[in-house]
């Protein structure tokens, strides 16, 4: 049998920041007239716009979300928060109820805004889609975080395992499974490691401390930034490097380096024009994120799109799941 030839596919992101600012300020100022009204119509607007500008091997991303399914979950989540709110302030015992009652319908939710978001994405015009069970929500969105919190967070990382591992397992494109293949030790090793950097940077704060306070603010802030960028390169690389779709791999290389001078260069910019280098931020670190991500395709991409089409085209789309609530979780 003749081994199909691997292509690799690099992610790229074709926007601007000031592309970004113009839909950006729009959906800021219109947002704040209207009392947060517009922020769905501003969500759907934001997430076109990267969408759209997000290419794989010579074609575009689509979100085909709707404002009014978003409102609606958002009015949902405000319920929930003002009535959690307002029974704190009558009484703790029945603001721990209230809380407890949320707790156990949020899995449920969860899973509705997973099948929202993958349902209202496609590639080539190809819908993503969600097939994690509800039971299979409580499991990981609920029974695993109590336990996690009971142990005093020694199960934080296989918590986060097996959150992603629900996620991507049922995840599809077409009709292929996504599948995740990390095993739990190595989230505990990538947690271990921060784990020794904060004491570390502890370990510092002392010994430093008797050196002189000015050294001491410039120093820590400086370790902290780079132990949160070893966090947030270490797992993204972990997690999609351990993702795969049917027989198609895919790859992250994102650098602590690069990523570390890119945030705080953003968190500059960001302080020095109030706000207003929001969005050129959030472009500059999209664009690295993706130009780091790759598809390695076995065989031709196009051929296996295609054959998407085909067996979804013949068994038909199942929609009969409830697609209409966005909960922006």
């Keep these: 049998m003749q081994m199909q030839q691997q292509q690799e596919h690099a992610f790229e992101f074709t926007g601007s920041g000031w592309e970004y600012f113009k839909i950006w300020i729009v959906n800021l100022l219109l947002s704040i007239l209207t009392l947060g009204i517009y922020s769905a119509w501003a ?6 716009y990267f969408y759209r500008n997000t290419r794989l091997a010579d074609a575009s991303f ?6 009014k399914a978003i409102l609606k979950g958002r009015i949902i989540a405000f319920v929930m928060l003002m009535v959690y709110s307002g029974a704190m302030k009558l ?5 721990i109820t209230i809380a407890l009652m949320i707790a156990v319908v949020m899995p449920w939710l969860i899973v509705r805004s997973l099948r929202f978001k993958l349902y209202n994405s496609s590639y080539r015009g190809l819908r993503f889609s969600f097939a994690g069970s509800d039971g299979g929500a409580y499991t990981v969105f609920l029974l695993f975080p109590i336990l996690t919190a009971l142990t005093l967070y020694l199960l934080m990382p296989f918590t986060h395992q097996r959150i992603k591992q629900y996620q991507h397992c049922n995840s599809q494109f077409g009709d292929t499974f996504f599948n995740f293949d990390a095993p739990v030790k190595s989230f505990y090793g990538v947690y271990l490691k921060v784990l020794g950097m904060g004491l570390g940077l502890g ?6 401390s008797a050196v002189g306070l000015t050294f001491l603010l410039l120093l820590l802030p400086v370790v902290f930034l780079f132990v949160m960028a070893y966090m947030a390169v270490s797992l993204p690389n972990l997690i999609w490097n351990s993702t795969t779709l049917g027989e198609h791999t895919i790859q992250s290389k994102l650098e602590v380096g ?3 001078w890119i945030s705080f260069t953003n968190l500059l910019g960001i302080v020095l024009t109030l706000g207003l280098y929001i969005p050129f931020a959030t472009v500059r670190m999209l664009r690295y994120k993706l130009e780091h ?5 076995q065989g031709d991409l196009n051929e296996f799109v295609a054959g998407q089409e085909q067996a979804i085209s013949a068994t038909g789309e199942e929609t009969a799941e409830m697609f209409d609530v966005d909960i922006s979780l």
């Design 293 to 297: 991500m790759s598809l390695m395709a």
């Design 203 to 208: 370990f510092l704060a002392g010994l430093f």
């Design 91 to 95: 009484s703790p015992a029945l603001g």
């Design 43 to 48: 969500k759907v607007r934001r997430l076109q």
């Design 62 to 67: 689509d979100y085909h979300g709707m404002p």
């Design 258 to 260: 690069p990523y570390l």
